[in-house]
């Protein structure tokens, strides 16, 4: 069983900056995906962005593309989300997945493992 904590979130004001941290424990996955997903309130989970493993190459929502990226520490077992020029739109509980094996899917049912979430506020 992977076991995700995310930390970071906060209120921060429009324009600033944030970077999410996710730390995966238990089994040690050769081929997975990690990534984030946010869900704003009253919405459907919605799809930011991942990061394979192996290999580190990266998929971001269109979205926020040109604003987030996706990094990672494979020592740590931990990814980022830095979040620059952040928007009130993007106010919402950020989510950190797991997928096990090579696929980018961007339905949030495709994902093995989900941490708690942590509240990212973005006021005006």
């Known amino acids: 069983q992977v076991h995700l904590v995310e930390s970071g979130g906060g209120l921060v004001q429009a324009g600033a900056s944030l970077r999410l941290s996710c730390t995966a424990s238990?089994?040690?996955?050769?081929?997975?995906?990690m990534g984030w997903f946010r869900q704003i309130q009253g919405k459907e989970r919605e799809y930011v962005g991942v990061?394979?493993?192996?290999?580190?190459?990266?998929d971001i929502a269109d979205s926020v593309k040109g604003r987030f990226t996706i990094s990672k520490d494979n020592a740590k077992k931990t990814i980022y989300l830095q979040m620059d020029s952040l928007k009130p739109e993007d106010t919402a509980v950020y989510y950190c997945?797991?997928?096990?094996?090579?696929?980018?899917?961007?339905?949030?049912?495709?994902?093995?493992?989900w941490g708690q979430g942590t509240q990212v506020t973005v006021s005006s």
């Open positions: 997945v797991v997928r096990l094996g090579r696929r980018i899917p961007t339905s949030p049912t495709e994902y093995d493992y």
């Open positions: 238990g089994p040690t996955f050769t081929s997975a995906v």
């Open positions: 990061i394979r493993w192996n290999g580190g190459v990266t």
